[in-house]
């Protein structure tokens, strides 16, 4: 079955470091990715998306690609603030939309501290 | 503004006792999940729904069953409530459209407690 494989948490930074977030995938045909951020004590929100290889996802300067020649889709940002602290989790969903086929494949999620 | 709303955030229940989580959604969204959220394990789908009084099992349906009487509600029921139970559990919905790739929109959780 599906699967989504990301780096192993906590991950604990200074502010304005570079980041990335390791993202691989295992999956059959051809499935879109996403990463979501989940901030304390709230539900998760989609943080940015890309529906096809090559495409490029980005919003509040995160941004990752989706390559199908390694199956993977790291999730990067130049100058990391305290207010990116919170996990964030790598998904698929197949790329065929029918019954059952919207339904999301997580990772495990990865823990970001950002300190001052 | 979109929105799931999830009818309580905390909840602290005995073995044995018959649960229900209700989720709200007000986007007219055709699919609804149940996810429940383990530390090391990321989320896991219980159940979903792609239609009113449709359901499909998820990867961890056991223990749970789910109503889907309107479209806009959709009720996770645990019968007897185990302590293997204790976790934080996430509705979600998302309109269904060719191709795929669409966001689904999570409520806050509801973190549940069984004694």
């Known amino acids: 079955g599906d699967s989504v494989t990301q780096m192993e948490g906590p991950v604990t930074l200074s502010e304005e470091a570079f980041l990335t977030i390791n993202c691989t995938y295992t999956?059959?045909?051809?499935?879109?990715l996403f990463w979501y951020v989940q901030y304390p004590g709230e539900g998760l929100q989609l943080l940015l998306k890309a529906t096809k290889a090559d495409d490029k996802g980005s919003n509040k300067g995160f941004e990752a690609t989706y390559r199908k020649e390694t199956t993977s889709f790291h999730l990067e940002k130049g100058s990391v603030q305290v207010s990116d602290s919170a996990v964030y989790f790598c998904?698929?969903?197949?790329?065929?939309?029918?019954?059952?086929?919207?339904?999301?494949?997580f990772g495990t999620g990865t823990r970001l501290t950002i300190i001052p | 503004d979109v929105k799931v709303t999830q009818s309580s955030r905390y909840l602290v229940k005995r073995t044995g006792e018959k649960v229900f989580l209700e989720c709200v959604q007000d986007m007219d969204h055709e699919n609804m999940f149940w996810y429940r959220q383990d530390p090391g394990l990321g989320l896991r789908l219980i159940y979903f729904?792609?239609?009113?009084?449709?359901?499909e099992k998820g990867d961890i349906p056991e223990g749970y069953s789910v109503s889907r009487e309107k479209k806009e509600r959709f009720s996770l029921i645990l019968e007897s409530a185990s302590t293997n139970q204790t976790s934080m559990y996430l509705c979600?919905?998302?309109?269904?459209?060719?191709?795929?790739?669409?966001?689904?929109?999570f409520g806050p959780g509801t973190r549940l407690t069984v004694l």
């Open positions: 729904s792609y239609d009113v009084k449709m359901k």
């Open positions: 979600a919905s998302t309109q269904g459209g060719a191709g795929g790739g669409n966001e689904q929109f």
């Open positions: 998904a698929l969903t197949q790329g065929i939309s029918n019954f059952g086929n919207e339904k999301l494949t």
């Open positions: 999956a059959t045909g051809y499935p879109s």
